[in-house]
T-cell receptor, first 114, second 115 residues
Framework: DVKVTQSSRYLVKRTGEKVFLECVQD?????MFWYRQDPGLGLRLIYFSYDVKMKEKGDIPEGYSVSREKKERFSLILESASTNQTSMYLCASSYIRNVQETQYFGPGTRLLVL | ELKVEQNPLFLSMQEGKNYTIYCNYSTTSDRLYWYRQDPGKSLESLFV?????AVKQEGRLMASLDTKARLSTLHITAAVHDLSATYFCAVGRGRRGSTLGRLYFGRGTQLTVWP
């Protein structure tokens, strides 16, 4: 079974803090993704990575950065957290070995910025 | 940019009834996905549809794809309470390049099945 894990299920931070969200997958997937999910807005893609040290902006990259130093690990960084970054953050991964390319999701991190 | 629209966004239905969720997308795509999300949980893959006319069924859920109409449907037959969840469709496109794995998600349909 594919496993995507996220470092925290719940996180409370203060405005201005630097926040790291970690995601690890154990299936040697090439692609990894960070989404945020807000009520009524569905999933919005923040950043994704298709290889080590490679990254692509998604639809809402402002205020975020990412790091992928190892294939299995993809980190989302909030350089200076703000209250409007309070949200559920979902990590996903996928492989490109067959045409299906389904994404597998982690359990999510619910972040509250005070 | 590829846009994905689902409707309805909210669906309340009685057990035993049938209903369909629609997913329209704006540009050509060759693969479509349906996911389920239970409250407070993450997304679980339900179906992957890869060609025009594809139909897949799992229990009381059946998904179909019409690439010419850019439409997928998720049909619920004889709904039961356990189907209460949020359902997302997602569309991918392209075969090459760095954006190969990217998916575009609809806003989700929140389904509530009541006795």
């Amino acid at each position: 079974d594919v496993k995507v894990t996220q470092s925290s299920r719940y996180l409370v931070k203060r405005t201005g803090e630097k926040v790291f969200l970690e995601c690890v997958q154990d299936m040697d997937h090439e692609n990894m993704f960070w989404y945020r999910q807000d009520p009524g807005l569905g999933l919005r893609l923040i950043y994704f990575s298709y290889d080590v040290k490679m990254k692509e902006k998604g639809d809402i990259p402002e205020g975020y950065s990412v790091s992928r130093e190892k294939k299995e690990r993809f980190s989302l960084i909030l350089e200076s957290a703000s209250t409007n970054q309070t949200s559920m953050y979902l990590c996903a991964s996928s492989y490109i070995r067959n045409v299906q390319e389904t994404q597998y999701f982690g359990p999510g991190t619910r972040l509250l910025v005070l | 940019e590829l846009k994905v629209e689902q409707n309805p966004l909210f669906l309340s239905m009685q057990e035993g009834k049938n209903y369909t969720i629609y997913c329209n997308y704006s540009t050509t795509s060759d693969r479509l996905y349906w996911y389920r999300q239970d409250p407070g949980k993450s997304l679980e893959s339900l179906f992957v549809l890869l060609s025009n006319g594809a139909v897949k069924q799992e229990g009381r859920l059946m998904a179909s794809l019409d690439t010419k109409a850019r439409l997928s449907t998720l049909h619920i037959t004889a709904a039961v309470h356990d189907l209460s969840a949020t359902y997302f469709c997602a569309v991918g496109r392209g075969r090459r390049g760095s954006t190969l794995g990217r998916l575009y998600f609809g806003r989700g349909t929140q389904l509530t099945v009541w006795p």
